[in-house]
């Protein structure tokens, strides 16, 4: 089956550093995929991963281990702006599956 | 170049009734999928229509279908509307291959009384 687990909540402080994890075991692998998605607004599109390693975009990095079934997201100098649910998202054999997202609240 | 665009953005219904919900994809993006989204479940996959064909569907019951029209717009309509039904239909589209990126719409918030 597929199944993808990051934690639903955290809590950062402005201008700290927040690191969200994302597990996921999936039937083949084609790329993961890092949304931002603010209350009441659609998901927007932050990162994608398809080769291990890390990829860095501005204040938002995402890192990807194959071999582990793991990524995380990596948010520098917190902004309040932030405070958002961040959706890890697996592309495999499949369509795209999604975990249920980590909320972010982002305190000053 | 324009985003997404859903129509309509809200709708109440009631148990029984039926409703169309329409997407158009950013231009140029031949592939269209469609998501239903609740506090309780995330975002759950409901089919991926390709120049007007269904590529994928989700685990959703017959109730839940779809079509895509020549100029890639997309429609998915649901009958027969029970209250479990609520909940935010997002379309998404992308241009073709299997590891495009997929680009939301802002959504539609269905309520089912």
């Known amino acids: 089956g597929q199944n993808i687990d990051q934690p639903t909540e955290m809590t950062a402080t402005e201008g700290a550093i927040v690191q969200i994890n994302c597990t996921y075991q999936?039937?083949?692998?084609?790329?993961l995929f890092w949304y931002q998605q603010h209350a009441g607004e659609a998901p927007t599109f932050l990162s994608y991963?398809?080769?291990?390693g890390l990829e860095e975009k501005g204040r938002f990095s995402s890192f990807l281990s194959r071999s582990k079934g793991y990524s995380y997201l990596l948010l520098k100098e917190l902004q309040m702006k932030d405070s958002a649910s961040y959706l890890c998202?697996?592309?495999?054999?499949?369509?795209?599956?999604f975990g249920k997202g980590t909320r972010l609240s982002v305190i000053a | 170049k324009a985003g997404v665009t859903q129509t309509p953005r809200y709708l109440i219904k009631t148990r029984g009734q039926q409703v169309t919900l329409s997407c158009s994809p950013i231009?140029?993006?031949?592939?269209v999928s469609w998501y239903q989204q609740t506090p309780g479940q995330g975002l759950q996959f409901l089919f991926e229509?390709?120049?007007?064909?269904?590529?994928n569907k989700g685990n959703f019951p017959g109730r839940f279908s779809g079509r895509q029209f020549s100029n890639s717009r997309s429609e998915m309509n649901v009958s027969t509307l029970e209250l479990g039904d609520s909940a935010l239909y997002l379309c998404?589209?992308?241009?073709?291959?299997?590891?495009?990126?997929?680009?939301f719409g802002p959504g539609t918030r269905l309520t089912v009384l």
């Open positions: 998404a589209s992308s241009s073709n291959s299997h590891t495009d990126t997929q680009y």
């Open positions: 999936t039937s083949g692998f084609n790329g």
């Open positions: 991963n398809v080769l291990d």
């Open positions: 998202a697996v592309k495999g054999n499949t369509p795209l599956v």
């Open positions: 231009s140029g993006h031949r592939s």
């Open positions: 229509y390709f120049s007007e064909t269904q590529r």
